[in-house]
C-alpha cells in the first residue's frame, strides 16, 4: 500500500489541484471523472468554498497506484476542473486564509479514505498565520509662535510645562521647522515577540510597519537618563537641635536597616547612639552609652539577624545595643591601653566582633557566643602601627587593618593562632580606608598623604602596586567587583577618581563642580550604576551617573538645614540616601524616586515620560528637553493578523546651546533667537520632590582626632 507523502504535498501547497493531478496522472478514475462528474460533483453551483468542498465525493478516489510512490513534484502544475471551479466559487476576492484552511482540512481527509495509508505521525498542515503589524508613526511638536512660552512659573515658584493638550505646540512636518530633530541620534524602540525591525530612528515624518509575533509588546523611545532639571532648588525640611559640634570624617557614623526601615547614627559628642524609625514619621529615639561605660561612639554597625548594634567608642570599649530587649545596653571593655577605637567589624558566623585599636595598635576580638571574652592581638611586633580602619575575610578568616603610622597593612591569620603579617606599602603614605576583594584575593587602601591607592595581591605573595589617584586627599574606597572598579573621594580636589582595575588601573577623574566641595565619604549603588559622595564643605550630596558619561548632580543640603554631612548610608531598595550632618546634628534623607528630574517634571505636566537629550545641530552641542507621549496602542497584547496603530510623540520644551566658552544660554528651536525662550528658574521648588531633614535631639557629636 503506498504511503501518500502529504509533508511534501503541504509544503508545495498544492492544495485541492493536487487530488485532481493524481486523478489525472493515475488515470485510474480518469473515466469516472470524464463521463460521471455528475456523481462526483453532486452540486458544485454552491456560492462559496465550504459548499463546493461540501459537493465533492471523496469515497471515489483511490490512490493506490499498485505501490508506485506518487511524487508530488511530477503532478501536472496547470490542472482545471475542480480547482478552477473551488477559485471561481472563492470570488472576486480570491481564497482567505480560512477557506485555504478549510481545504487544507479537505484535502487531509480524502488522502486518508478508504486504502489510502497515512502515518500516525503526519499531521495535516498548520494553517497559515499571518503576523502581527505595528503602524508606527514619530512626531515631533514646538510652542506655537514666539509669544508662547512652554514652560509655566506657578504661584510658589512651581515650574511645569504646557501640557500636550494646551494648544501651545505645533508639529514640526520638515527638518526647516526642527533643524535638531533629525540629528538627535536616537530610536523608537519595540520589544515584544520578534519585532521587525526592533528600532526605528526618531526623526520628523517617520512611518513604519514593524511585523511581530503574537504576544505582548511595548514601544518606548531611548532615554539616555533620568537627568535632574537644569538648576533646581530641592525643597527640603530641617528641625535643627541648636548643638555646636565639631565634625570629623574617616568613621561610619551611620547605618540603614532595610529589613526594619531604621537608621541608626553614632553621636560622639553626646556618648549615645541615635534610632530613627523611619516608618513612623522619622520618630527618633536615643539610646544613651555612658551609664553603661560607653564613651565617644566614633562608629555604628548593625546586626540585622542579631538585631543588635555595636559601636567602637574611643573610651577603648564596645556598646552592644540588644533591639529586641528594650534597647538595653552592654559595654565590653576591651583592657587597659586600647584607646582611640576608631573602627569595628562584625562576623555573623562566628559571632565575633573586631575592632582597631589606633593607640595601643592592636585589634580586639570579642567572642559573643562566650561572655564577651575579649582577646587583643598586638600588630606592633610585626610592624603594624596606628590600625585606623578594619576589614574582615569571612572565607579566609583573616583581619586586616589601615595602619595610619607605619603605612602598612597587617593581616591577621585567625585560623593560625592569630599570626600576624605587616605589609609594608612602600609609598603609600597614611592609609586611611581599606576594603577587601574576596574574589580576586586583593586588599585596597586609599593613601591620604600620598594621594595614592594601594593594591595588596593577596596570591601573590602580598605584592604591592601604588596607583595615583589622580586626585588630592583620597579618604574612603568602595569596590565594584561585577564591574572591577574602586572609587575614591579626594577631599582637597573635590572629586571623585574611578580605576580600572581590568584595564592597567586605568584612572578616570570626576570634578565634582562648585557644589560638590570637600568629599569625605562615598558609597556606590551598583544596580543604578551610580556613586553617592557626602560634601562637609559645600553642604551637599553628589550623584555620579556612571552610566551617562559620568555625569554629576550635586544636591544642597544647607536650605534644609543639613550642614557638614560626614557619612553616608544607601537603601538600594527604597532609593533613598542618607547622611550624617556632623554641624547641624541631622540626618538628611534624599528621596531618589521623587527628585526634580525632567521626566518627573513631564509627568506632572501631563506627558508621559521626558528627558534630556545632548545632540548636534548647525555645528552646535545642544541640551534638548523634550517631554515625550505615547498616542493609541503603543502596548499591550496582540494576536496573529491584527494592526495596532501608536504614535510617539516629542514636545520640545527648551534647547540649551553649549558654547566652547563654556556659557549655557538658549537657542531657538525653530532658528528665531525670541522663540523657545524656556529660561528655568532657580525657584524650583514646593513640589512633590523633598529631601527630609531629620533632626536628631541629642546627635550625632562627632569629636576631630589631630591626624598626627
Known amino acids: 500500500m503506498t504511503q501518500f507523502d502529504f509533508a511534501a504535498a503541504s509544503t508545495a501547497r498544492k492544495s485541492i489541484t493536487l487530488i485532481l493531478g493524481i486523478i489525472l496522472f493515475t488515470g485510474t478514475i480518469t473515466s469516472f471523472y470524464t463521463s460521471s462528474s455528475s456523481s462526483f460533483i453532486r452540486n458544485a453551483q454552491a456560492q462559496s468554498v465550504d459548499n463546493v468542498l461540501d459537493d465533492i465525493d471523496c469515497d471515489n478516489i483511490n490512490l493506490n497506484l499498485n505501490g508506485n510512490d506518487i511524487s508530488i513534484d511530477t503532478l501536472p502544475q496547470s490542472l482545471g476542473g475542480i480547482a478552477d471551479l473551488v477559485q471561481t466559487e472563492a470570488g472576486d476576492d480570491g481564497i482567505s486564509n480560512t477557506e485555504q484552511k478549510a481545504i487544507d482540512d479537505f484535502i487531509f481527509k480524502c488522502i486518508n479514505n478508504n486504502e489510502n495509508e497515512f502515518s500516525e505521525s503526519q499531521t495535516p ?177 548593625f546586626d540585622d539577624a542579631g538585631q543588635r548594634v555595636f559601636t567602637p567608642n574611643l573610651g577603648g570599649s564596645v556598646s552592644i545595643i540588644d533591639l529586641a530587649n528594650s534597647n538595653n545596653v552592654t559595654n565590653v571593655p576591651l583592657g587597659l591601653g586600647t584607646s582611640f577605637t576608631f573602627s569595628l567589624a562584625f562576623d555573623a558566623a562566628g559571632q565575633r566582633v573586631f575592632t582597631a585599636n589606633e593607640d595601643a595598635d592592636s585589634v580586639s576580638i570579642i567572642d559573643l557566643a562566650n561572655s564577651n571574652t575579649v582577646t587583643n592581638v598586638p600588630l606592633i611586633s610585626s610592624g603594624g602601627d596606628g590600625p585606623r580602619q578594619i576589614a574582615f575575610d569571612a572565607a579566609g578568616q583573616r583581619v586586616f587593618t589601615a595602619n595610619v603610622d607605619s603605612n602598612s597593612v597587617s593581616i591577621i591569620d585567625l585560623a593560625n593562632s592569630n599570626n600576624v603579617t605587616n605589609v609594608p606599602l612602600a609609598g603609600g603614605d597614611f592609609p586611611v580606608a581599606i576594603a577587601f576583594d574576596a574574589a580576586g584575593q586583593r586588599v585596597f587602601t586609599a593613601n591620604l598623604d600620598s ?23 583620597p579618604n574612603a574606597i568602595a569596590f565594584d567587583a561585577a564591574g572591577q572598579r574602586l572609587f575614591t573621594p579626594n577631599a582637597a580636589s573635590d572629586s571623585v577618581s574611578i580605576i580600572d582595575l581590568a584595564n592597567s588601573n586605568n584612572v578616570t577623574n570626576i570634578p565634582l563642580g562648585l557644589g560638590g566641595s570637600g568629599p569625605i565619604a562615598l558609597v556606590f549603588d551598583e544596580t543604578g550604576q551610580r556613586v553617592f559622595t557626602a560634601n562637609v564643605n559645600s553642604n551637599s550630596i553628589s550623584i555620579i551617573d556612571l552610566a551617562t558619561s559620568n555625569n554629576v548632580t550635586n544636591i544642597p543640603l544647607a536650605p534644609s538645614g543639613g550642614i557638614s554631612p560626614v557619612a553616608l548610608a544607601f537603601d538600594e531598595a527604597g532609593h533613598r540616601v542618607f547622611t550624617a550632618n556632623a554641624n547641624s546634628d541631622s540626618v538628611s534623607i534624599i528621596d531618589l524616586l521623587s527628585l526634580p528630574t525632567v521626566a518627573n517634571i513631564c509627568q506632572e505636566s501631563g506627558f508621559d515620560t521626558g528627558d534630556i537629550r545632548t545632540f548636534e545641530s548647525n555645528v552646535q552641542t545642544l541640551q534638548q528637553i523634550s517631554c515625550v507621549n505615547f498616542v493609541g496602542q503603543c502596548s499591550g497584547n496582540i494576536d496573529n493578523g491584527e494592526t495596532r496603530e501608536c504614535t510617539v510623540e516629542d514636545y520640545i520644551v527648551s534647547l540649551d546651546e553649549l558654547p566652547t566658552n563654556g556659557q549655557s544660554g538658549i537657542v531657538s528651536s525653530m532658528n528665531n533667537s525670541q522663540q523657545q525662550n524656556q529660561l528655568f528658574t532657580n525657584d524650583m521648588s514646593n513640589t512633590k520632590n523633598k529631601i527630609k531633614t531629620q533632626a536628631l535631639p541629642t546627635g550625632p557629636f562627632i569629636y576631630e582626632i589631630p591626624k598626627h
Open 125 to 301: 498542515p498548520p494553517p497559515v498565520e499571518e503576523e502581527a503589524t505595528l503602524s508606527i508613526s514619530k512626531e515631533w511638536f514646538v510652542c506655537n509662535n514666539e509669544d508662547i512660552d512652554c514652560t509655566i512659573e506657578v504661584p510658589e515658584q512651581q515650574i511645569s510645562f504646557q501640557g500636550p493638550n494646551s494648544g501651545n505646540y505645533i508639529q514640526c512636518t520638515s527638518d526647516g521647522q526642527c533643524p535638531f530633530a533629525n540629528d538627535a541620534g536616537f530610536n523608537i524602540e519595540i520589544t515584544g515577540n520578534s519585532p521587525t525591525p526592533n528600532t526605528i530612528p526618531a526623526q520628523i515624518n517617520t512611518e513604519q510597519q514593524v511585523q511581530i509575533g503574537a504576544g505582548s509588546f511595548e514601544v518606548s523611545e531611548q532615554l539616555f537618563s533620568n537627568r535632574f532639571v537644569p538648576n533646581a532648588i530641592f525643597d527640603v525640611e530641617n528641625v535643627p537641635v541648636g548643638q555646636d559640634i565639631i565634625f570629623s570624617f574617616l568613621r561610619h557614623f551611620i547605618e540603614f536597616d532595610e529589613t526594619g526601615q531604621r537608621v541608626f547614627t553614632a553621636n560622639t559628642f553626646s556618648n549615645s547612639i541615635s534610632i530613627i524609625d523611619l516608618t513612623n514619621s522619622n520618630n527618633v529615639t536615643n539610646v544613651p552609652l555612658f551609664p553603661s561605660g560607653g564613651v565617644n561612639p566614633s562608629g555604628v554597625v
Open 451 to 473: 594621594n595614592s591607592i594601594s593594591i595588596i595581591d593577596l596570591a601573590n605573595s602580598n605584592n604591592v602596586t601604588n596607583v595615583p589617584s589622580g586626585g588630592i586627599q
